[in-house]
T-cell receptor, first 115, second 110 residues
Framework: DAGITQSPRHKVTETGTPVTLRCHQT?????MYWYRQDPGHGLRLIHY???????DKGEVSDGYSVSRSKTEDFLLTLESATSSQTSVYFC??????????????FGPGTRLTVL | DAKTTQPNSMESNEEEPVHLPCNHS???????IHWYRQLPSQGPEYVIH???SNVNNRMASLAIAEDRKSSTLILHRATLRDAAVYYC???????????FGTGTSLTVIP
């Protein structure tokens, strides 16, 4: 299994509070991604990073920010959590140079509940 | 990126073949076809990919229509461990983003 961990694995928080989710990899892959998964919507890309300090928005980036100060860590921050951000969050990594199909490897997920 | 259309759910009997269809009528010449699956309570995992020709690996086979507007993931003998959501994804060979959609939820009946 690819070395990807997410922390915390479960979190319950209240509306209006800041929340930071962490993704840590030991594979030295260049690309890292944050997705959210909700019933009826499948997985949707929030933000991704293509290197240290290089990030870009995905299809559902409103209300989220990210940072990547080291190759191995990619942080997802909800500045002021809302109930609509209750979801399961998955981190993924990839290294485009390894293979043409650019396989993405996923972490175990973080279940976030915003009350 | 071009989008895909899959049935919401399918059922299969254990030890029988399963054919999971995917329509991608707006596919471009540089789009690869990827399949991922997501087992319960886990993140997605890679299954197979292809460009034009049919592909086989230890997990499955991928049959691609001649006009590339559709493809079929084939599980040759479904097991209970194959119960998962299967995603058909298109990706431009230069792109690093995947658009997963909602996938097909496969139920395997013992």
């Amino acid at each position: 299994d690819a070395g990807i961990t997410q922390s915390p694995r479960h979190k319950v928080t209240e509306t209006g509070t800041p929340v930071t989710l962490r993704c840590h990899q030991t594979e030295n892959h260049r690309y890292m991604y944050w997705y959210r998964q909700d019933p009826g919507h499948g997985l949707r890309l929030i933000h991704y990073s293509y290197g240290v300090k290089d990030t870009d928005k995905g299809e559902v980036s409103d209300g989220y920010s990210v940072s990547r100060s080291k190759t191995e860590d990619f942080l997802l921050t909800l500045e002021s959590a809302t109930s609509s951000q209750t979801s399961v969050y998955f981190c993924a990594i990839s290294e485009p140079g390894l293979a043409v199909h650019n396989e993405q490897f996923f972490g175990p997920g973080t279940r976030l509940t915003v009350l | 990126d071009a989008k895909t259309t899959q049935p919401n759910s399918m059922e299969s009997n254990e030890e029988e073949p399963v054919h999971l269809p995917c329509n991608h009528s707006t596919i471009s010449g540089t789009d690869y076809i990827h399949w991922y699956r997501q087992l319960p309570s886990q993140g997605p995992e890679y299954v197979i990919h292809g460009l034009t020709s049919n592909v086989n690996n230890r997990m499955a086979s991928l049959a691609i229509a001649e006009d590339r507007k559709s493809s079929t993931l084939i599980l040759h003998r479904a097991t209970l461990r194959d119960a998962a959501v299967y995603y058909c994804i298109l990706r431009d060979y230069t792109g690093n983003q995947f658009y997963f959609g909602t996938g097909t939820s496969l139920t395997v009946i013992p």
